[in-house]
C-alpha cells in the first residue's frame, strides 16, 4: 500500500543551523502538507502546498520557513535558522484531488535543536 | 479560531469493554477524520465522515458525525489490547479550498489484557 516517507527520522542540529526535512508524498496525490507536534502537545498545521505553491500557512510559519517541491517527488520543509522552540516532531501529509480532505500522514522527522 | 476538544483525555478498560471516545467543537467542519497515533509514528487515518448524522463502521469501530457537523464521537465495541493508542479527531473547516487541519487534544486508550 503506498505510503508517504520521511527522511531522516531523527534530526540534531544546533541552534542556529539550517535544516532541511525531506518527504516523499504518495506518488498520485497533489496536495501536500507540514504539520508539527511539539512533545506532549496537539499537532499543528503548519503549511499547505498546491500547484507548486503555498495554499494557506499558519502563523507558526514565518519567514524562517520555507517549503520546495524540487523534483516530481521530493517535498522539502527548510528551516533557515533553527532555534530551540522548534524541537518537535514534523509530519508531511499528502491528499488526492478527489478527496482532499483525506490526509495521509508519514512516520515523522523527530527535530532536536540543541 | 476553531477548537476540538476530545473527552476523555485518558482512559483505561479491561478488554471486552465498550467504550465511546468523543469530539466537540462550537465550530461546523465541512468533515472529520479520526487518526490513530502510536509512540513516536504518525497519526494513521482511520476514517473520514462528511454528512451530518453519517455513521461508519470499521470492524469493531462505530464513527459518527454530528447532524450539525461539530461533534463526532468514536465507539469500540469489545475493545482489545490491540486497541491501545491515542486516538485524534481532526476536523477541516468550512472555508471553501482550506484542508488545514484543526487536531483534537486527543483520547489516551489503555486497554488491559
Known amino acids: 500500500e503506498p505510503e508517504v516517507t520521511q527522511t531522516p527520522s531523527h534530526q540534531v542540529t544546533q541552534m542556529g543551523q539550517e535544516v532541511i526535512l525531506r518527504c516523499v508524498p504518495i506518488s498520485n496525490h497533489l496536495y501536500f502538507y507540514w504539520y508539527r507536534q511539539i512533545l506532549g502537545q496537539k499537532v499543528e498545521f503548519l503549511v499547505s502546498?498546491?500547484?507548486?505553491?503555498?495554499?494557506?500557512k499558519s502563523e507558526i510559519f514565518d519567514d524562517q520557513f520555507s517549503v520546495e517541491r524540487p523534483d516530481g517527488s521530493n517535498f522539502t520543509l527548510k528551516i533557515r535558522s533553527t532555534k530551540l522552540e522548534d524541537s518537535a516532531m514534523y509530519f508531511c501529509?499528502?491528499?488526492?484531488?478527489?478527496?482532499?480532505?483525506?490526509?495521509?500522514f508519514g512516520p515523522g522527522t523527530r527535530l532536536t535543536v540543541t | 479560531t476553531q477548537l476540538l476538544e476530545q473527552s476523555p483525555q485518558f482512559l483505561s478498560i479491561q478488554e471486552g469493554e465498550n467504550l465511546t471516545v468523543y469530539c466537540n467543537s462550537s465550530s461546523v467542519f465541512s468533515s472529520l477524520q479520526w487518526y490513530r497515533q502510536e509512540p513516536g509514528e504518525g497519526p494513521v487515518l482511520l476514517v473520514t465522515?462528511?454528512?451530518?448524522?453519517e455513521v461508519k463502521k470499521l470492524k469493531r469501530l462505530t464513527f459518527q458525525f454530528g447532524d450539525a457537523r461539530k461533534d463526532s464521537s468514536l465507539h469500540i465495541t469489545a475493545a482489545q489490547p490491540g486497541d491501545t493508542g491515542l486516538y485524534l479527531c481532526?476536523?477541516?473547516?468550512?472555508?471553501?479550498?482550506?484542508?488545514?487541519?484543526?487536531f483534537g487534544t486527543g483520547t489516551r486508550l489503555k486497554v488491559l489484557a
Open positions: 465522515v462528511v454528512t451530518g448524522g
Open positions: 501529509a499528502s491528499s488526492d484531488k478527489y478527496r482532499m480532505s483525506e490526509q495521509y
Open positions: 481532526a476536523g477541516a473547516p468550512t472555508t471553501s479550498g482550506t484542508y488545514k487541519y484543526i
Open positions: 502546498f498546491y500547484n507548486n505553491e503555498i495554499s494557506e
